[in-house]
């Protein structure tokens, strides 16, 4: 399968034109009153054209607010909000209040991610790695017309550097007081007159932020990887880009972090009383929400390598444009836990078990895409496209004691889809926007679980679109309204409370309605950037989880859910040496028909536990916070007298109370704030650039997941809080240096 994609575009190829993928990128230093161009809509477009909410954020911008991972950008974006877990590489990624956090092979994110025009599967990991990016562009709603049944809350697009027109070099350095080392490489020119390249590559080395006290060590982080381009362009209008990556992750984390320990408490009602509290606290831990230590001797680990490559070809046929994108994508995982956070093996409650669980799989994606193209100066035009994915996971699970279980699974995900785009400009102030796409989803599966072994198949059609109405009543206005009705598709829920060898039933499908109004504006000679949106979409089959009796996460369909809300953004370039910018977000996510849902730890009936269950209609969803907003300034200072100028540069951000469970669950993170400031030396000619920066100036502790394992282990009682800790959980600072020539 993989030669025939690959050669579907070859043969393409011989009559391609210049591909429209990778445009160019908003001016570099991200300041207000540059062009900004996104793409994710399948052609090349400025953002305030676009009639729905996007935010887009810069290479310098990622660096500048110290954004290295995806879990991190939500620093820069509100109205994208994430979170992980201990020993969990990849983020539960939220866009308007709406999120998956769906632990089980192939269940279909609410949240996609595009790579450089290849969709990334929901359980990869690699891709939170942020390297070598050129531009971010995150879709708020629904864009299932464009990408199908993983982008019914958002889309993230991603889009990396690729070959320049003449010879570029770019070195960066970095060293942090929290012993990080990060070193970055990109070279880019052309190979002839018809032919360019680039070739960039990284090396990241972290200590982490959680030390061992059995081994006297941190639990740390490495990652390395490479990414090629060869651009050809054999003939008039042909073009023909061939990409291949590889990246490796090392991570040193899998032990809970311990948080809350309810004293005298059991780790399970079957192990002796011994093993209580006491036996936790070796070393001195204090379990509260400074604790940035762990005891355990058992041997985690999370491995995990990502590789593949696509392929590119383009032709001119007229004034059209045909597109062909093959691709294909591999990654290997395997991850070791600590399933207790406690030297069990060693008290002899266990014996011959380390304490730890696995989890291994292997994971392909192979697609091809063709796109027809019309120019978008036309009065009617319009992008034609057919998608065609398949993707295959194999899922190992193995927990020899303590709950045993031990689950062997292969997934698959067939994905046919046509799409069709199409923009009418009924006058000059007055223009219409329509999609639709026709998606076909044929999935199966077989579980070897314990023993037995089950399969089973499904397939799901569903008939998806959007449409907008544009006005601009004067240039540099745009008003707009838009409807968009998007999809969730279908999966297999591995982990459903099935006895062993029976087949398990496809999630139903969820569907997604949205209106969404809007303006985009710039006044002063688009010096001043004002963007604003309301919004309100209803989610149906909407798909939360929750932890069973086996330890095992298993979805739940909890009926309705409703998010409601409002962003602004706005940007200035005050003057030739100081830009400022603001960005805010009200979310108002609540459940609309969640009854019998899981109490949370310690719920009391009062606080409307009855029955082992309560009733969350009307209530806020987990990862959703109310507010988020940010905002910065920079100020450059020429110095025509001195060999370099300077410049200032300050971020903040700020998140109301957030809950990782349920409204009232001991399981949040309360508001706060995180500010970071730099300061640059920059050479007259660019050719170096010398930052010294704090990231959380203020040293606020703050956490990227909870989760209150107690509950199941101890029954109702409050007794296991773990936590997982961001990158800036504490105040630290570095320098960087970016050398270009």
Not at 141 to 161: D, H
Request: with cysteine; glycine share 10%.
């Amino acid at each position: 399968m993989k030669a025939y994609f690959l050669t579907s575009a070859a043969a393409l190829a011989v009559l391609s034109l210049p591909g429209i993928a990778h445009a160019q990128a908003a001016d570099e230093s991200g300041a207000a009153g540059s062009e900004i161009i996104v793409t994710a809509n399948k052609r090349t477009e400025r953002v305030q054209e676009v009639p729905s909410s996007i935010a887009v954020v810069n290479n310098t911008a990622l660096e500048r607010q110290g954004v290295t991972r995806l879990e991190d950008l939500q620093r820069a974006v509100p109205g994208l909000a994430m979170t992980s877990s201990t020993g969990q590489s990849h983020s539960t990624i939220a866009v308007r209040g709406v999120f998956s956090n769906n632990i089980s092979a192939g269940i279909p994110a609410a949240v996609g991610v595009v790579i450089d025009d290849l969709p990334q599967p929901v359980d990869a990991r690699g891709f939170n790695e942020l390297v070598d990016i050129e531009r971010i562009e995150v879709l708020r709603g629904p864009q299932s017309t464009i990408s199908g049944r993983n982008s019914a809350a958002g889309l993230i697009n991603i889009v990396t550097r690729g070959p320049s027109k003449t010879l570029k070099v770019d070195a960066s350095q970095t060293v942090t007081t929290d012993q990080e080392y990060r070193t970055a490489l990109f070279v880019s020119g052309p190979l002839g007159d018809n032919a360019g390249a680039s070739l960039s590559g990284y090396y990241n080395d972290w200590a982490g932020n959680i030390r061992n006290l059995a081994t006297n060590k941190k639990e740390g982080k490495q990652s390395y990887g490479v990414r090629g381009r060869l651009e050809l362009r054999p003939a008039e209008g042909v073009t023909i880009q061939a990409m291949g990556y590889y990246q490796h992750l090392n991570e040193q984390q899998g032990t809970p972090l311990y948080q809350y320990f309810g004293a005298g408490a059991l780790v399970s009602g079957a192990l002796p009383p011994a093993f209580a509290f006491g036996d936790l606290t070796p070393g001195g831990i204090v379990f509260d929400r400074h604790n940035q230590l762990v005891n355990s001797t058992a041997p985690v680990f999370q491995h995990t390598n990502s590789y593949g490559g696509s392929l590119r070809a383009t032709i001119d046929i007229g004034k059209l444009q045909l597109m062909s994108i093959s691709g294909y994508q591999r990654e290997d995982n395997d991850t070791v836990q600590d399933a207790l956070g406690v030297n069990a093996f060693t008290l002899n409650f266990f014996p011959g078990w380390d304490g730890t669980q696995r989890s291994q799989g292997k994971l392909t994606v192979e697609s091809q895409e063709l796109r027809l193209i019309s120019p978008a100066s036309d009065r009617l035009s319009y992008v034609l496209g057919l998608f065609y994915s398949a993707t295959n996971q194999d899922a190992a699970f193995q927990r020899v004691v303590f709950f045993p279980y031990n689950s062997k699974a292969f997934v698959q995900y067939k994905n046919y889809a046509a799409y069709a785009r199409a923009t009418f400009r009924a006058t000059d102030q007055v223009s219409i926007l329509g999609g639709l796409r026709y998606n076909a989803d044929h999935g199966r599966y077989s579980q070897t679980l314990n023993g037995p072994t089950s399969a089973n198949k499904a397939t799901d059609e569903h008939l998806l679109g959007d449409i907008s109405l544009q006005y601009r009543p004067v240039t540099d206005v745009m008003l707009y309204g838009r409807y968009a009705h998007g999809l969730q598709g279908m999966g297999f829920d591995l982990n459903a409370p099935v006895p062993s060898g029976t087949p398990i039933a496809p999630t139903a499908p969820g569907g997604v309605d949205s209106f969404e109004i809007g303006a985009k504006t710039q006044f002063l000679d688009r010096r001043l950037t004002l963007n604003v949106a309301a919004y309100t979409s209803v989610f149906k089959n909407y798909l939360s989880q929750k932890v069973n009796s086996q330890l095992i996460f298993e979805l739940v369909n909890v009926g309705k859910v409703r998010a409601r809300g409002f962003e602004i953004e706005a940007s200035l370039k005050a003057t030739d040496a100081l830009s400022l910018n603001f960005s805010g977000a009200y979310t108002d996510a609540t459940y609309r028909n969640y009854t019998g849902a899981q109490c949370f730890v310690g719920q009391t009936a009062a606080q409307g536990c009855v029955g082992g269950s309560q009733n969350l209609t009307g209530k806020r969803l987990a990862v959703s916070p109310e507010w988020q907003m940010s905002g910065g300034f920079e100020y450059v200072a020429k110095l025509p007298s001195a060999p370099f100028d300077v410049s200032f540069r300050a971020d903040a951000s700020y998140q109301t109370e957030v809950f990782f469970d349920s409204p009232g669950s001991p399981n949040k993170q309360d508001a706060y704030g995180i500010v970071n400031l730099s300061a640059s030396l920059l050479d007259h000619n660019d050719h170096w650039k010398l930052t010294a920066f704090v990231n959380n100036v203020t040293d606020k502790e703050h956490t990227a997941g909870y989760a209150d394992i107690g509950g199941v282990i101890l029954g109702n009682v409050s007794g296991l809080q773990t936590r997982s800790l961001p990158r800036d959980f504490r105040r630290y600072g570095g320098v960087r240096l970016n050398v270009t020539f």
